[in-house]
């Protein structure tokens, strides 16, 4: 089994937008997807973009069971 915990959504994070290439650093809400068959455990934050307002999706984390 893996020790290491999924990250809290107050964490600051390396995303860049995929429309205008800005610096995303904060999601504005976070969960986890749990997996089926595959034992992975993703954490998706969601992100807008401060420039040019764009919502988009980025996994940030993949903790394998």
Do not use: H
């Amino acid at each position: 089994m893996s020790s290491v915990g999924l990250a809290p959504p107050s964490q600051f994070y390396k995303v860049v937008c995929p429309k205008c290439g800005a610096d995303v650093p904060k999601p504005a809400k976070v969960w986890e997807l749990k997996g089926g068959k595959s034992k992975k455990n993703v954490l998706i934050g969601l992100f807008q973009c401060q420039d040019c307002r764009v919502k988009f999706r980025e996994a940030l984390t993949r903790e394998i069971l």
